[in-house]
């Protein structure tokens, strides 16, 4: 059984960086054909997919974000990591970390982490 929970501060301040992490249990980053995913979904939205990274990885970005999202991961402790930055107001949502098959149908989630954008 794969597990993910994500971990970072839930307050961050407009223009500031935010930073997640996703720390994944039962299962590698590494696994061929399996795609790691951050998501998140504001107040009354619905899901937005921000950003993946494959097993071998390769990145794939929203072009609506992409300018201010990166992605990166430690395969020696098994976790990709999150950084959207100069953030504002509008990027505070319940962020989630999620797994991907070979065919991007999410398999597995994260319980989701509030990240606030307040000064």
């Known amino acids: 059984q794969v597990q993910l929970q994500e971990s970072g501060p839930g307050l961050v301040k407009p223009s500031q960086t935010l930073s997640l992490t996703c720390t994944v249990s039962g299962g590698s980053i590494t696994t061929s054909y399996r795609y790691w995913s951050w998501i998140r979904q504001s107040p009354g939205k619905g899901l937005e997919w921000i950003v993946s990274?494959?097993?071998?990885?390769?990145?794939y970005y929203n072009p609506s974000l992409k300018s201010h999202t990166s992605i990166s991961r430690d395969t020696s402790k098994n976790q990709f990591s999150l950084q959207l930055s100069s953030v504002t107001p509008e990027d505070t949502a319940v962020y989630y970390c999620?797994?991907?098959?070979?065919?991007?149908?999410?398999?597995?989630w994260g319980q989701g982490t509030q990240v606030t954008v307040s000064s």
């Open positions: 990274i494959g097993d071998d990885g390769n990145t």
């Open positions: 999620a797994r991907d098959r070979g065919d991007w149908v999410t398999d597995y």
